[in-house]
Each structure stands twice: as structure tokens, then as C-alpha cells.
């Protein structure tokens, strides 16, 4: 017996044993589990019936109650057949104090009824719900019977609502197996009839008054084996061909090894061989791969590295003419400076001003790395002391240092150079004045060239060359987020300008629709602010203007947003805060004002200071009460800033609320048509917002024109 066949009749063995046993085990299981979910789903269904039969009544008590007010107004027959056209009941019948049928509605069915309040073991025709009439003087004159037919119309809707099919026992039980097993079955007992089905007898409980036969069908496990079986099969092949691969990998690696080699020879560097097991052969495979591959790499990044650059360059170029994306920029630069002198991989530190502290910026061929873990004081490690001595470097770390700090890339041989250090390249004379060095912009840095040779004087003069680019990279990207921000900003306050106004608040309106939050704005308005103007001047009044932007913002939180509209006018947004919270910054704000006068220094030389006193109205608008939009409720904010201007000034107003119609849940099977309506309409009007300012007179909003102040 040949090897190969040894091998292959032992894999045969070890698979396709459990693969059999657990088929075997996988059937019995499944069946088990088949027939215990059928009996969860027979239980829920018994669950849900007895909640849709508990509706049923309560909506024929509904029914008999309405038929009984009614009747005792006298008007006996329209309550009745009003009942039943609204879909209340199927039937009603009002009887006298004696019991005499005094009128009826809908097609009654035969006595007796199941009652819903006192349910009983009876073969009942329907179900129904009974209250007494009573006279103005609370005397009994009768009784109404909301009656429910138990026929198929009934019977389908259980088994709709529940599930499973739903038999009544009060039916012919030669109709179905499922009422025959059922009438023979205890209290709740569950059965199995000769046609496969599982079938529970439901006895009568408090609002669920009938006798009631459940079921659903067994599960059917025939086809299960047949699956079982072609699984097996399946995997009895699948066996024979790995059993038969397994010994052709173990007979021909030495061959495979043998061609390879005389390939290699030949010049083709592309020769692999097949590595399929973990042996002294298949080391001996991976060995002869890992070689050709270093090889192969090696020779593609000589050939390849004067395209590579010419594609980088050119990359370089249109990345710095067609983007302010700092972290692209450097990126490129990196990748390009990578490409140029061959080298594996790279990293762009640049010092946070705040904190002094080297951070990492980019990395390239990290893998495994992340950048943004890469913190260092200036003066640690290799990184660090670049950037600190504003001095290139290159070398390699075992032989010419420095040590490396615990955080920076592991490294063989090194080549870093500051970013705008004294010589490396143009500035542009915007960098803020600090105390570091020159140097302390930043660190371009790459590790380890293809090849394992050292790094250059070439590669550190191309290296400071991108060092330059990437300083000038970043005084652009400086200036263009400042232009940003000058653009965004007014410069008399400091505050953000209406053209941000419009997009803060499209922002904000959205979010707070996403989250289902609300948002207040705050339309504020300076009292009499052109008298202010007209008698001291309008230096004084921009003087005026700022100082209360400087009480403004002292006045909200981090959160919140404040604008100058324009002249006087200004805007809060308070994300998350409703009507009553906005009311508190508005009473806040204008005891802010009011508190102390505006000290304004004269221009005019010998003359003292002037204090001015200055008042603020305030409107409140409320997202999504006063307005879907954020326009609406701006301009629901501005409608109440003229409500307080009218009112007397130094106040403010919240706009009134909008009526808004809220829409009931789902109505129960048979609900009274209209109904939402009619709830919908008794909530009335809300009830509409005013200010709330200590002895400030209330008046009516005036026509909108001109605050003039």
C-alpha cells in the first residue's frame, strides 16, 4: 500500500467519523428543538388570543355603557342602532326591568351569551357585555346587552391577531380534528390530532368567556435527514479530493523546490514555491520565497524609483495648488520625500503652541503605528532633539544615537531635519513670536532606505528641500484659516457675523430635529441705541456695542452661540434649552445691563469719562414650538422682540406657542369612526407664552413695523 493511499484512508477516518456522528446528533437535536418552539408558539398564541378576546369585551362593555346613558335619556332605539353603525358592537339589546326586550340592533344570535364578566363552561353563541339603565334618580329601568356573535368573522380575527387557528367548542366537533382532540383534552392540555397538528384546549377565564380549541402545525422534520444524509455525502467528497491533495503536497515538494531553483537561475526572480505545510520542507520553501521576493523588491524599487518620483512630484504640486488640507499636504510631502530617497517609511511632527510639545502629524509605511500616540518634549529622543538644536541628522541608532524615546518608530538608520529651521528653507514672516527656537516648527523624519544602506548628504539635502515646502505649507494653510475666521467674524464685537449666523443656525436646527431636542434663539435688540449715537457720538456707541458683546458672552455658556445681526441687533442660539431656560438668560442678561452703565473714555482730551445707561429687549422663539424651520423660529424670536419693545422696552417676551395636533395611537379593531378627531380637538389651543419681568406692562402686539430703537 502506496503512501499516498495510507494517508488518504487515515484523513478519511479522522473526518468523516464525527462528521457522521454529529449528523446524527445535529437530527435528534433539531427535531427536539422543532417541537419545543412549535409548543412556545402554540403558548403565545393562547397569550395573544386571550388579549384580543380582552379587548373584544372591553369594547362591548364600551358599547353597553353608551347604549345604557342613551337610553336612560329616553331615546332607546337610535342608541341602539347607533351603537352597532359605529362599529361598537355587532348587536345591542336594551330590556325593561322585568326583562322584557324593549328594542334591539344588529342580528341578535340564540341565547344563551357567553358573559365577559362571569365566564362559564357552556357551548355559548357569542359573548357579551351587559351594564344596567339607570333612571336620573339612579334608579335600575333596565338593561343593555352589547353582544359579539362567536361565527367565522370572529374566529378568523383571533387567528389573525394571534397566529395560530382559533376553533370555538361551541361549533359541531365533527368539523375538525383540532375541536374533536380538543373536547377531549383537560383544562389547557395540549394534544396531537392524527393529521399533525399540536392542539390546546383554552378554558374560560375574567374577560375571556369562551371555550376555544388552538393549534398549529407539528414541524416536519422528514426533509431534515434527506439534508442530513446529502450533507454527509458531500462531505465524504469534499474528504476524498483534501485526502488525496494532502498526499500529492506531501510526495512532490522536493520536485517543485528543484524547478524553482533552476528559474531563479535562469533570471527569473518571480519563481515561487508552493508552501503547503509547516515541515522542514515547507521551511525550507518559505525561506527560498522570502529571498527571491527581497530580492525582487529590491531590484523593482532601483528600476522603478526615477518614475515614482517624476509621479510624486507631480502629485506634490497639485496637492499644494488645489488644497488647504494641512494633513494632506504633509502627507504628500512625506510620501514624495519617502519615494526620492528610498526609504521604508516616515513620520511629520509639528509643535502644538500650546503646550510646547512635539505631535505627531502623519506617518507613511507604519504599520501597526498610530501617529496621533506620538507625543514628545522637545529635547527627547532623536525627534526631540532635532527639534530642539534646530540641527539635521543621519545616521544609524546602534552606532551614532541618539537613544530612542519609548513612543518614536523603531529604527535602523534615520535621517531627520527641522521644518523652517534658520537656512532650510523660506518663510513667510507670519509665525507667531515665541520663545522656542526657529526650530521648534516641526520634524520631517525617514527611517530606513530599501536596501538597508545608510542615508546620504544627497538624501539630507533632498530632505531639507521638503522640509522648506512643508514650512511654506503651513504659514498658507495659517493664512487661509485666518482669512476664515476674519471672514466669519464681526470686528467691532468679536462675535460671529450674520453670514455665520445663517449657517450656525441651519446646523443647529438640524441637529436638533435628528436628536429630537429643542433649540432657543434670542432676537436682542439695545433700547434707544440711536440716542446713544446722536448725543455722544458714534465712537461711543461702538464703544457701547462691544462692551456689551464682552457682557454677552460672559453671560452664556460654551455651547452657546452669540451674533451680531447687525447695528444693535444681535442673536443667541441655546442649543438644548426650551422656553423657561432661555427666559432665565434673558432675565440674567438684562440685569447684566442694567446693572451698571457703559464707561466711555472722551476722545476730546480733559474731559472724564461717561457712563451711559444702556437697556436691552429681548424676544425668545423656541425650535420646534415656534417654528419648523430655523427661519420660523427667527422670526418668531423677532415678532416677540417687537411684543417687548411695545410692552415698554427692557423686558422681554416668548413668542406665543403654535397649536400643534397630536396624533392618537392606532384605534382598536371596531373603534368609533372619527374618534381621533374629536381628542385631538379637546386639547384646545396651548396655551401662549408671555414675559415674565416684574412690573412690566402687558400690551397687545403692535402691527409689525420699524423698533426704531
Avoid at 510646547?356 to 501597526?368: K, N, Y
Avoid at 527639534?387 to 531627520?416: F, K, M, N, Q
Avoid at 514672516?429 to 538597508?452: I, N, T
Wanted: hydrophobic share 45%; net charge negative; aromatic share 4%.
Amino acid at each position: 500500500m502506496t503512501l499516498r493511499a495510507r494517508l488518504t484512508a487515515a484523513f478519511l477516518a479522522v473526518v468523516l467519523g464525527p462528521v457522521l456522528l454529529g449528523a446524527i446528533f445535529v437530527g435528534i437535536a433539531v427535531s427536539a428543538v422543532s417541537q419545543q418552539r412549535a409548543k412556545e408558539r402554540l403558548e403565545s398564541g393562547a397569550q395573544n388570543v386571550e388579549a384580543a378576546l380582552a379587548v373584544t369585551c372591553q369594547r362591548l362593555r364600551l358599547a353597553a355603557e353608551t347604549t345604557a346613558l342613551v337610553t336612560a335619556d329616553g331615546d332607546q332605539p337610535d342608541a341602539a342602532q347607533r351603537t352597532v353603525q359605529r362599529g361598537l358592537a355587532r348587536a345591542v339589546e336594551v330590556s325593561g326591568a322585568d326583562g322584557t326586550v324593549l328594542t334591539t340592533a344588529g342580528v341578535l344570535p340564540p341565547k344563551p351569551w357567553a358573559d365577559c364578566a362571569a365566564p362559564a363552561h357552556a357551548p355559548f353563541a357569542a359573548i357579551a357585555a351587559s351594564v344596567d339603565v339607570l333612571d336620573p334618580s339612579s334608579r335600575r329601568i333596565g338593561r343593555a346587552y352589547a353582544v359579539e356573535p362567536v361565527d367565522a368573522t370572529l374566529l378568523a380575527w383571533l387567528t389573525d391577531a394571534s397566529g395560530v387557528r382559533v376553533d370555538s367548542l361551541a361549533t359541531d366537533q365533527t368539523e375538525s380534528e383540532s375541536v374533536r382532540v380538543a373536547a377531549k383534552l383537560d383544562r389547557d392540555a395540549t394534544g396531537t390530532t392524527p393529521g399533525g397538528l399540536l392542539v390546546r384546549r383554552l378554558e374560560p377565564r375574567p374577560d375571556q368567556p369562551l371555550t376555544l380549541a388552538l393549534s398549529v402545525p407539528e414541524p416536519d422534520t422528514g426533509g431534515l435527514y434527506a439534508v442530513l444524509v446529502a450533507v454527509v455525502a458531500c462531505a465524504g467528497v469534499v474528504a476524498v479530493s483534501v485526502a488525496w491533495w494532502l498526499a500529492r503536497s506531501t510526495t512532490h515538494p522536493l520536485t517543485e523546490l528543484a524547478q524553482a531553483v533552476e528559474r531563479v537561475a535562469d533570471g527569473d526572480l518571480s519563481a515561487r514555491v508552493p508552501v503547503r505545510s509547516q515541515d522542514e520542507v515547507g521551511r525550507l520553501g518559505q525561506t527560498f520565497n522570502r529571498m527571491t521576493r527581497e530580492m525582487q523588491g529590491y531590484v523593482q524599487a532601483l528600476t522603478a524609483s526615477r518614475d515614482q518620483l517624476r509621479g510624486q512630484l507631480g502629485v506634490l504640486g497639485d496637492t499644494l495648488a488645489g488644497t488647504h488640507d494641512l494633513d494632506r499636504i504633509l502627507q504628500v510631502i512625506l510620501q514624495t520625500a519617502a519615494a526620492a530617497t528610498g526609504a521604508q517609511s516616515g513620520v511629520v511632527l509639528m509643535v502644538d503652541p500650546a503646550s510646547g510639545e512635539l505631535r505627531g502629524q502623519v506617518a507613511e509605511g507604519l504599520a501597526g503605528f498610530d501617529v496621533a500616540d506620538l507625543r514628545l518634549q522637545l529635547g527627547d529622543g532623536l525627534l526631540g532633539t532635532v527639534a530642539a538644536s534646530g540641527e539635521p541628522r543621519r545616521g544609524r541608532v546602534d552606532r551614532d544615537g541618539p537613544v530612542l524615546a519609548p513612543v518614536e518608530p523603531r529604527c535602523i538608520t534615520y535621517v531627520a531635519v527641522p521644518i523652517a529651521a534658520p537656512g532650510v528653507g523660506p518663510t513667510t514672516g507670519l509665525e507667531p513670536q515665541s520663545d522656542l527656537p526657529p526650530a521648534a516648527r516641526g520634524v520631517l523624519a525617514l527611517y530606513d532606505r530599501h536596501g538597508f544602506d545608510e542615508f546620504d548628504d544627497a538624501d539630507l539635502i533632498t530632505l531639507r528641500t521638503f522640509a522648506g515646502q512643508a514650512a511654506v505649507a503651513v504659514d498658507n494653510v495659517r493664512v487661509h484659516e485666518e482669512a476664515q475666521r476674519l471672514s466669519l467674524t464681526d470686528p467691532l464685537t468679536g462675535l460671529s457675523n450674520y453670514r455665520y449666523l445663517r449657517e450656525s443656525l441651519r446646523r443647529e436646527v438640524e441637529r436638533a430635529s435628528r436628536f429630537g431636542r429643542s433649540l432657543a434663539a434670542l432676537a436682542l435688540d439695545l433700547d434707544r441705541f440711536k440716542e446713544v449715537n446722536d448725543t455722544y457720538g458714534h465712537a461711543a456707541g461702538d464703544a457701547v456695542l462691544a462692551e456689551f458683546a464682552r457682557r454677552l458672552r460672559a453671560e452664556i455658556r460654551e455651547v452657546d452661540f452669540a451674533f451680531r445681526q447687525g447695528g444693535e441687533e444681535f442673536v443667541v442660539l441655546l442649543p438644548e434649552t426650551d422656553a423657561a431656560g432661555a427666559a432665565v438668560l434673558a432675565e440674567r442678561l438684562g440685569a447684566a445691563v442694567r446693572r451698571s452703565p457703559v464707561l466711555v473714555v472722551s476722545s476730546t482730551p480733559g474731559q472724564p469719562p461717561r457712563r451711559i445707561p444702556v437697556t436691552v429687549s429681548i424676544g425668545i422663539a423656541v425650535f420646534p414650538i415656534h417654528g419648523a424651520t430655523g427661519a420660523a423660529v427667527l422670526e418668531a424670536a423677532d415678532d416677540a422682540l417687537y411684543a417687548a419693545k411695545a410692552a415698554g422696552r427692557d423686558t422681554y417676551k416668548i413668542a406665543p406657542d403654535v397649536v400643534v395636533a397630536v396624533p392618537l395611537p392606532g384605534a382598536l379593531p371596531g373603534a368609533l369612526p372619527g374618534a381621533q378627531e374629536s381628542f385631538t380637538g379637546a386639547q384646545g389651543p396651548a396655551k401662549a407664552s408671555t414675559e415674565v419681568t416684574p412690573g412690566a406692562p402687558k400690551a397687545a402686539q403692535p402691527p409689525r413695523q420699524s423698533r426704531g430703537g
